[in-house]
């Protein structure tokens, strides 16, 4: 099962808004805090240019204009386009002035997530991981330590979105065994997370992917287990014909 790949930064969003939706832009103008509103705008900007070449439609602002990327009730993102649903799995994270969307077909129980390696304290570890990941974090070397607990945290975030529950439920409830050893393309390393919370009807295996690169470390999960992500290219912009049609 493919799961696509595509990330953006703050410096590829356009300064205008026209390109979101006439909902898109009604929320974002209830969004107080400037950073709220950055990280928001960067997380619409790559869904859609996501979504545009998931959906082989221009990726252009008249296009996305027509996309609405809404949060369901679960606080999931889900899609419509023309005002219907979209038959496609989304999720999004963004970290230090960096978005990342996967997608992949509707039906798919997805989740990414984007963390940066930084010093997390002992405290940190034992109000979050299970006494299996405290135990791994235990066993391996103090220069690993900042870049595995990362890992096990954005394992967990994405176990918990493709869930559908986000951090309203224990991160305990999932536990993260990551194969560091097994390698893809492109520096993907598979991971496996089980989910036992009792929380959401009954025991779930998520299988997935993680990259540590560019001073960040992403992971993603899925079931059915996922082939490693795809790396979606954004093409320039180019008004035709083609555009108007879709909008």
Known sequence: ???????????????????????ERA??????????????????WTAKQALALFLNV???PLVFAKMDVRAAASGAPEVFFHKRPVAAAISLSHRAGRAACTVAISG????????????????????????????LVARGSATDRDRLLALLWSAKESTLKAL???????TRCVV??????????????????????????EDRIFHGWWQHAHSLLRTVVATPPPNSPILLTVPPYVLDSACYRCA
């Open 176 to 201: 993260v065994n990551p194969f560091p050893s097994s390698y893809d393309f492109d520096g993907w390393s598979r991971l496996m997370v089980r989910y036992s919370g009792g929380h959401i009807g």
């Open 108 to 135: 798919v129980e997805m989740g990414c997530d984007l963390e940066v390696a930084e010093p997390r304290g002992d405290a940190f570890i034992a109000d979050y991981f299970t006494v299996e990941e405290q135990a």
């Open 58 to 60: 221009p990726a252009h």
């Open 27 to 44: 929320f974002l103008k209830g969004l107080r805090f400037p950073n709220r509103r950055d990280d928001w705008r960067l997380g619409r």
């Open 1 to 23: 099962m493919n799961v696509y790949w595509l990330e953006r930064t703050k410096q590829d969003v356009p300064e205008d808004n026209d390109w979101l939706s006439e909902d």
């Open 164 to 170: 559908r529950a986000g951090l309203r439920l224990d």
